[in-house]
């Protein structure tokens, strides 16, 4: 069945960098666009913007341009999002969810606190 | 922008009633090719979003069929016939037809 696991909870001090993970399996990884989508906690959902998963294009919406780089591991199945110089207001939830957001991740809890 | 707007804040039902959720578009969701790019999504505590409806009135696979979707051009609506307690949670409305795609506020749905 297709299945999005995302990577564990981080913990990260502000100004650091973070890495999360999303493998995909059960079906062609490079066939189906990936999004991202962030939820603070209490709030609602907010999509950061997605990668074609063919090209390695990504697309981000412009409160996600700068600090923020969707990437690819194709040969693994796998879409990356990397924040960095992290703030206090990245604490969050990061969901990954593939084409039209049919399926998503299990979402990876992001904290950011001294 | 376009900005989605649902209706209402929380709604509690009794079991075996029915619920309706509105959810309005700032602009058009049609697109040329004959699709209306709306969407619907439950989120369950602590889970992550689930989709139920997919472009405004295509019933997601495994979703019951209690679930059902319709509209115009702008305006939707999620029904939910004889409501279960499993249905608990936020459901959300997005559209999908134009970057940044963007969704409701939420609606919350609990069980008298």
């Known amino acids: 069945q297709i299945q999005l696991v995302q990577s564990g909870p981080e913990l990260k001090k502000p100004g650091e960098s973070v890495k999360i993970s999303c493998k995909a399996s059960?079906?062609?990884?490079?066939?189906?666009?990936m999004h991202w989508v962030k939820q603070a906690p209490g709030k609602g959902l907010k999509w950061m913007g997605w990668?074609?998963?063919?090209?390695?294009?990504?697309t981000y919406a412009d409160d996600f341009k700068g600090r923020f780089v969707f990437s690819l591991e194709a040969s693994a199945s796998t879409a990356n999002l990397q924040i960095s110089n992290l703030k206090n207001e990245d604490t969050a939830t990061y969901f990954c969810?593939?084409?039209?957001?049919?399926?998503w991740g299990q979402g990876a809890s992001v904290t950011v606190s001294s | 922008d376009i900005v989605m707007t649902q209706a209402p804040l929380s709604v509690s039902v009794t079991p075996g009633e029915s619920a309706s959720i509105s959810c309005r578009s700032s602009?058009?969701?049609?697109?040329?090719?004959?699709?209306?790019?709306v969407y619907w999504y439950l989120q369950k505590p602590g889970k992550s979003p689930q989709l139920l409806i997919y472009?405004?009135?295509n019933l997601a696979s495994g979703v019951p069929d209690r679930f059902s979707g319709s509209g115009s051009e702008t305006d939707f609506t999620l029904k939910i016939s004889r409501v279960e307690a499993e249905d608990v949670g936020i459901y959300y409305c997005?559209?999908?037809?134009?970057?940044?795609?963007?969704f409701g506020s939420g609606t919350k749905l609990e069980i008298k």
């Open positions: 969810a593939r084409s039209e957001m049919y399926t």
């Open positions: 990668i074609n998963t063919y090209t390695g294009k990504p």
């Open positions: 997005g559209q999908l037809l134009e970057n940044p795609l963007t």
């Open positions: 602009k058009s969701l049609l697109h040329s090719n004959g699709i209306t790019y």
């Open positions: 059960g079906y062609t990884f490079t066939d189906y666009a």
């Open positions: 472009r405004m009135s």
